[in-house]
Structure formats: C-alpha cells, structure tokens
C-alpha cells in the first residue's frame, strides 16, 4: 500500500450530529493566535474537502482539527471545518472534542466534573464534563458571551415574498425566523423543505452585512435558524440549524441554541436563572442556562449562558491517499 497522507482521529457523534475528531494529519499550522491558525488551514482547504466529502465523509460531515491552543491556560484548540464553512465556534463540535478528550485520555480526568478548556477562534470555551461510573454523561460548555444584534430584519426571498426574523450571536451569527411562516413545523419529514426555507432566507441575506462588536475577524452570517414550537413534552422551543450549503444540522445546535436564549433574553422572554429546553429535528435535546446578563461594546445587551448536551463515541478512523486516487480532495453530490 502507498499513501501520500495518514490521517487519524476518532469519530463520534453529538445529540444525533457527526462530528470527527482528527488527532494527526493535517500537518504543522502556524500561528501565534487560533484565529491564524484557522487561517492557515483555510490556505490548504483540499484538506477539509479529503476529509469532510465523499468518499471518506458525507454531504453532512463536520470535523474538529485539534492543534495546539495559543491561549493562556487552554488545554486543547480547536479547528472547526464544515462542508462549506470554517466557524469560530461549534457547540455540537464542542461538546463532541471534549468527550473524546476525556474519554480517550487525551486530558486527565476522575470521576465526578471535568473542565477542559478549548481554545477556538471565538475564544476559549470551557466545557465542564460529568463522569459517571468511568464514562462522560454530559458536556456543558459556557458559550461565548451571545447577544441580539438586530431584530425585525425583514428580508425579500424570491418566491416567498417578505420574511422576518432577527440577528442574533452565540458563537456564530444566525438569522432566526419562525418556521410557521414556511408553514413549518420542523419535522424530521420535513426535511427537503425546510432545506428550500432556507435557500430562500440565505438568498434574501445577502445583502445584509454583520459585524461582531469585539472581534473583526467574525463579520459573516451564513447560519439559518428556523424556530417552532416544541413536539415533546420534555422540550421548551424546537429549532432546525441549516448550514451552507444545505445541510441540517441533526442536533438542537450549541451555538444555535446560545444564540436563539440570547434572543429570548433580549426580548424579555427569558430572564437570569431560567432553562430552556431546545429540541432539534431528531428530537434530541441540549438544555441551556442564563448565567448572567452582561454589556458588550456598543451597547449590545449580552448574555453569559451555558449549554449541555451527550456525544458518544461511534469508532476510530486512519484514512490514506493513494497518489493515483481520482479524488484527492474528495468530491460533493447533493443531500441534506
């Protein structure tokens, strides 16, 4: 056997979301933040394609290059590559990394709480990780301070007419809108449509510009996040994240969910100390909490929560490049 590249990591996944952790592979990343080291991933993007599409990932792929953090007291950085996107912060990611890290030795751990602090291009995001009987059972991550950037935007799509939501941060950006003005209720057979929802939100965005008051490097809005009614009991508020170009997020989404509670806060509807529920289109849950409100550059009212969620690891992986193959840097059909 001949191969030009060995990568390894171990796979898992997050409330229903793969997420594949790669421990060896991608080569030396400089950088003296992760900001630049994230950069310098970009600049060899065939890497994400090999790894994340077909034939060794799928249309919904995601992955977590795990580097050397650049921040005072972190233990792990962390690289996030999507099918089409590099964000600063993943919490189904986040909470996946974490597992591993625990679960496979990679950082020590005892019985009973676990803070690994990852180091992330949004900053550093300690994730405090519950072990019970020698296995994780929760992950809970204390997300980047997340905040309303704008509500009431009205955007035009073009076959759906005028739709409204709002801008919101927790980690990524997201523009929120109700699903029931798609007639949507965010069912797993609803799958293709809520895709077509969201290709006309995404086309209806671009015209609508984003910065984030505190860090420059964070100035696009590519997440879509329909809203609706929780279908089970247990659940507060449902939610489907659609990442480009159209792929469903299967978990409740961490930094969706971040965002959507600052959202609520923002409009009054949550308050400091209360819960929420967030399913996603599988029904799992992540179970956030507002810690505290905080004030941000420019005025932004801001909160501090957290989100927890399950990752269970599915098996290993050691993938090779033979230098004849027809696809180095891997190839895309369509799905959701």
Same mark, same amino acid.
């Given at each position: 056997? =001949?191969?030009? /590249? !060995?990568?390894?990591?171990?796979?898992?996944?997050?409330?229903?979301?793969?997420?594949?952790?790669?421990?060896?592979?991608?080569?030396?990343?400089?950088?003296?933040?992760?900001?630049?080291?994230?950069?310098? +991933?970009?600049?060899?993007?065939?890497?994400?394609?090999?790894? !994340?599409?077909?034939?060794?990932?799928?249309?919904?792929?995601?992955?977590?290059?795990?580097?050397?953090?650049?921040?005072?007291?972190?233990?792990?950085?962390? #690289?996030?590559?999507?099918?089409?996107?590099?964000?600063?912060?993943?919490?189904?990611?986040?909470?996946?990394?974490?597992?591993?890290?625990?679960?496979? %030795?990679?950082?020590?751990?005892?019985?009973?709480?676990?803070?690994?602090? /990852?180091?992330?291009?949004?900053?550093?995001?300690?994730?405090?990780? =519950?072990?019970?009987?020698?296995?994780?059972?929760?992950?809970? #991550?204390?997300?980047?301070?997340?905040?309303?950037?704008?509500?009431?935007?009205?955007?035009?799509?073009?076959?759906?007419?005028?739709?409204?939501?709002?801008?919101?941060?927790?980690?990524? @950006?997201?523009?929120?809108?109700?699903?029931?003005?798609?007639? +949507?209720?965010?069912?797993?057979?609803?799958?293709?449509? !809520?895709?077509?929802?969201?290709?006309?939100? =995404?086309?209806? /965005?671009?015209?609508?510009?984003?910065?984030?008051?505190?860090?420059?490097?964070?100035?696009?809005?590519?997440?879509?996040? +329909?809203?609706?009614?929780? #279908?089970?009991?247990?659940?507060?508020? =449902?939610?489907?994240?659609?990442?480009?170009?159209?792929?469903?997020?299967?978990?409740?989404?961490?930094? %969706?969910?971040?965002?959507?509670?600052? &959202?609520?806060?923002?409009?009054?509807?949550?308050?400091?100390?209360?819960? @929420?529920?967030?399913?996603?289109?599988?029904?799992?849950?992540?179970?956030?909490?507002?810690?505290?409100?905080?004030?941000?550059?420019?005025?932004?009212?801001?909160?501090?929560?957290?989100?927890?969620?399950?990752? &269970?690891?599915?098996?290993?992986?050691?993938? &090779? /490049?033979?230098?004849?193959?027809? @696809?180095?840097?891997?190839?895309? #059909?369509?799905?959701?």
């Amino acid at each position: 056997m =001949r191969s030009k /590249l !060995i990568i390894q990591g171990i796979d898992a996944h997050t409330e229903g979301c793969p997420i594949r952790v790669i421990t060896s592979g991608a080569g030396y990343l400089p950088g003296k933040t992760m900001v630049e080291k994230r950069a310098a +991933l970009m600049a060899r993007d065939e890497f994400r394609r090999l790894v !994340i599409f077909e034939p060794r990932g799928s249309f919904n792929m995601c992955a977590a290059v795990l580097v050397e953090p650049t921040s005072e007291g972190a233990d792990i950085g962390m #690289l996030i590559m999507e099918p089409d996107t590099y964000p600063p912060m993943c919490g189904h990611c986040a909470i996946g990394v974490a597992t591993v890290a625990v679960e496979t %030795g990679l950082v020590p751990s005892q019985e009973g709480d676990n803070i690994v602090k /990852l180091d992330t291009p949004a900053g550093v995001v300690p994730a405090r990780v =519950r072990v019970e009987r020698g296995r994780t059972v929760s992950v809970t #991550l204390e997300m980047p301070t997340s905040f309303l950037y704008q509500d009431d935007v009205v955007i035009e799509t073009p076959n759906r007419g005028s739709i409204t939501g709002a801008i919101a941060f927790g980690g990524d @950006f997201y523009f929120i809108a109700d699903a029931g003005q798609f007639g +949507l209720s965010l069912k797993s057979e609803e799958a293709w449509a !809520i895709v077509e929802a969201a290709n006309e939100i =995404r086309a209806g /965005l671009s015209a609508v510009s984003v910065q984030h008051p505190e860090q420059a490097h964070i100035n696009e809005i590519y997440q879509i996040e +329909l809203t609706a009614p929780p #279908l089970t009991p247990e659940g507060d508020g =449902r939610n489907v994240v659609i990442c480009p170009p159209q792929v469903i997020d299967r978990s409740p989404c961490g930094t %969706g969910t971040a965002s959507r509670m600052a &959202y609520l806060a923002a409009t009054g509807k949550l308050k400091v100390g209360d819960t @929420f529920a967030h399913e996603g289109i599988l029904s799992t849950r992540m179970i956030g909490t507002v810690v505290s409100e905080v004030e941000m550059t420019g005025g932004y009212k801001a909160i501090k929560c957290t989100v927890a969620g399950r990752a &269970y690891i599915t098996g290993s992986f050691q993938y &090779y /490049l033979d230098p004849e193959d027809p @696809f180095p840097a891997g190839f895309r #059909l369509t799905g959701v």
